[in-house]
């Protein structure tokens, strides 16, 4: 009886993971009309030929072109160029035969070199990774790799949309975060009081991230405009202007999500653990236990979640550092607090979700008749017993 209920549990979980990514897409997909008249596809470089000097005045583009013939995937050839700028200090590698390319073509029947096609080798990448995930975790490992795709469809294919269509952010990032959390702790750990303290603690830990992160927001008087991204976002002819600020919220909850998570079911499964061994354990013993694994825990999460921040906005920091701007002008510029403060808020959630999750597991995994008669206090000394 209780395999059938967690079957069904699992399945209802699932269904509603389904339900949420094909209704939210239907509410908030619109297909866009920026590049609506381009076309990119796949091809396969049949012949090269020589390379010639080309100059296009009216973009003030002076470099090298080659000129180069394709086979598109119905079989039809193209000709098209691949061009090089001369002021452009990066090496790029000529096409050769038998490479695999993007075309692009704006409809007037020449095509360009976007770029090259590197789908095969990403898809061959993500094999291995689910085969060792399965290798490694079996029938779990399974339930991750179906838990990350419904997280894909959830943010690519409800989220993002949302916000291209004009939605609220603030409450679709919300949506997302926690259907996230449910369907990943219910389809990878199953349904169980470990799974349920987890999930209240990670939600937790998640609500006190989006609190801080709206509050300095208004603290630090961000506007969102990170980078040259920010910048197209704001002009995008789509019919509305795209909160950059609640961008930068939804960028931060959702970057931290992941780390969180993790620290919750960490901090539950240790707990429970030690509930299944039959240790006799009041609440608060199970809470001062929590606090002990998360100091083992916070240390290495927390550089796990500032380093990641840091790799992702490494390049902007470089280009800043290496103009020789001064530290003050450097840690207040905006796409330098912006990663800092990701940095800060997400270990700010990170940390609190040590304690919220331990007293959340302290209420559900006590069991007041675990106790025995007698306890052996060479066996476990700072376990109580409990009185009568």
């Given amino acids: ?51 010639s000097d080309y ?14 013939t394709a086979k598109l995937g119905d079989g039809t050839e193209v000709t098209a160029s691949q061009y090089a700028d001369v002021y452009d200090e990066v090496d790029y590698k000529t096409v050769e035969k038998g490479d695999k390319v ?65 939605r609220n952010i603030y409450f679709w990032t919300g949506m997302t975060c926690f259907m996230s959390i449910a369907t990943t702790m219910v389809i990878v750990h199953g349904p169980s009081r470990k799974t349920l303290g987890a999930i209240i603690g990670c939600m937790s830990g998640v609500t006190l991230c989006a609190a801080l992160m709206g509050i300095m927001i208004g603290v630090l008087h961000l506007n969102g405009m990170i ?3 920010s910048y197209y976002l704001s002009i995008l002819d789509i019919g509305f202007t795209i909160d950059l600020k609640a961008v930068v919220f939804a960028g931060v909850l959702i970057g931290a999500l992941g780390a969180v998570m993790d620290v919750s079911i960490s901090i ?5 653990e030690i509930h299944e061994k039959g240790v006799p354990m009041e609440r608060g013993d199970y809470f001062r236990s929590c606090l002990n694994i998360g100091r083992d825990i916070m240390g290495t999460m927390t550089n796990t979640l500032i380093l990641a ?64 008669d007698e306890i052996d206090p060479d066996f476990m000394p700072y376990v109580k017993q409990k009185k009568e």
């Fill in 1 to 51: 009886m209780e395999k059938f209920r967690h079957i069904l549990i699992y399945c209802a979980a699932v269904a509603i993971a389904a339900v949420y990514i094909v209704v939210g897409n239907r509410l908030n997909y619109r297909k866009p009309d920026v590049n609506a008249g381009s076309v990119s596809k796949s091809a396969v470089v049949t012949e090269v030929n020589e390379a």
């Fill in 55 to 68: 100059t296009r005045e009216a973009y003030l583009y002076e470099g090298e072109e080659t000129k180069f």
């Fill in 102 to 166: 993007v075309l692009t073509s704006y409809g007037d029947g020449n095509w360009t070199f976007a770029g090259y096609d590197r789908s095969f080798a990403l898809a061959m990448a993500a094999v291995v990774f689910f085969v060792c995930l399965i290798i490694f975790g079996g029938v779990k490992g399974l339930n991750t790799i179906f838990a990350l795709l419904l997280t894909g469809g959830f943010v690519f294919g409800v989220f993002i949309p949302a916000v291209l269509a004009g």
């Fill in 227 to 229: 980078d040259e991204c």
């Fill in 268 to 272: 539950a499964t240790a707990l429970w």
């Fill in 309 to 372: 921040y840091i790799g992702t906005g490494f390049t902007e920091v470089l280009l800043l550092v290496a103009n020789n701007y001064n530290p003050i002008e450097l840690i207040n510029r905006e796409v330098v607090v912006v990663q800092l403060i990701q940095s800060l808020i997400g270990s700010m959630g990170l940390l609190f979700t040590i304690p919220f999750t331990g007293a959340v597991c302290a209420y559900l995994f006590y069991d007041k008749y675990n106790f025995p």
